[in-house]
T-cell receptor
Framework: KNEVEQSPQNLTAQEGEFITINCSYS?????LHWLQQHPGGGIVSLFM???GKKKHGRLIATINIQEKHSSLHITASHPRDSAVYIC??????????FGDGTTLTVKP | DAGVTQSPTHLIKTRGQQVTLRCSPI?????VSWYQQVLGQGPQFIFQ???????GRGNFPDRFSARQFPNYSSELNVNALLLGDSALYLC??????????????FGPGTRLTVL
């Protein structure tokens, strides 16, 4: 395994802090998804990236295809952002792969 | 519109038993994928079905099988359950075969516990 590495594994922040979650992958990819998983299991797709940067509300995702690296940023974090964030590259072989997730806890 | 639904929500089985998990995709979606998520890890791909045919299979033993019905719902079967099969089983649907740009819509999962 270890085609996808996320860091940190766990992250605790105070409300209002700027959050960065990193994802590195070792295979060639055609796109990368960032997913959010809440306690209980439900997964929601946040972003799909194939290049550059995307912004949605307080969430920003960037990708550097050459460096095989993507980051997810959360500005002005809030306790409701507490969840597991999963990086999911879609490989050139046509396969979805997943990191083990970063568990984010935002304290009020 | 209803999202992806899965049943049952929770299931407890003993070693050696067989289990069937069910998934209904979003209306109009023709592809269903199954994933196994062990606690603390990311999802692992098990199967993808598109138009009732298997499109992909992950690195799982033959004890795992699946099928897709004409209404695009799907079942995942696991035979001869092992303790290590305890996990959250997730189903995801996409409108078509599922390419790199396609957003997968995940169901809430079925939590399987094998005792």
């Amino acid at each position: 395994k270890n085609e996808v590495e996320q860091s940190p594994q766990n992250l605790t922040a105070q409300e209002g802090e700027f959050i960065t979650i990193n994802c590195s992958y070792s295979v060639g990819i055609s796109a990368l998804h960032w997913l959010q998983q809440h306690p209980g299991g439900g997964i929601v797709s946040l972003f799909m990236l194939s290049s550059g940067k995307k912004k949605h509300g307080r969430l920003i995702a960037t990708i550097n295809i050459q460096e095989k690296h993507s980051s997810l940023h959360i500005t002005a974090s809030h306790p409701r952002d507490s969840a597991v964030y999963i990086c999911a590259p879609f490989t050139n072989a046509g396969k979805s792969t997943f990191g083990d997730g970063t568990t984010l806890t935002v304290k009020p | 519109d209803a999202g992806v639904t899965q049943s049952p929500t929770h299931l407890i089985k003993t070693r050696g038993q067989q289990v069937t998990l069910r998934c209904s995709p979003i209306s109009g979606h023709k592809s269903v994928s199954w994933y196994q998520q062990v606690l603390g890890q990311g999802p692992q791909f098990i199967f993808q079905y598109y138009e009732k045919e298997e499109r992909g299979r992950g690195n799982f033993p033959d004890r795992f099988s699946a099928r897709q019905f004409p209404n695009y719902s799907s079942e995942l079967n696991v035979n001869a359950l092992l303790l290590g099969d305890s996990a959250l089983y997730l189903c995801a649907s996409t409108p078509w075969a599922g390419g790199p740009s396609d957003t997968q819509y995940f169901g809430p999962g079925t939590r399987l516990t094998v005792l």
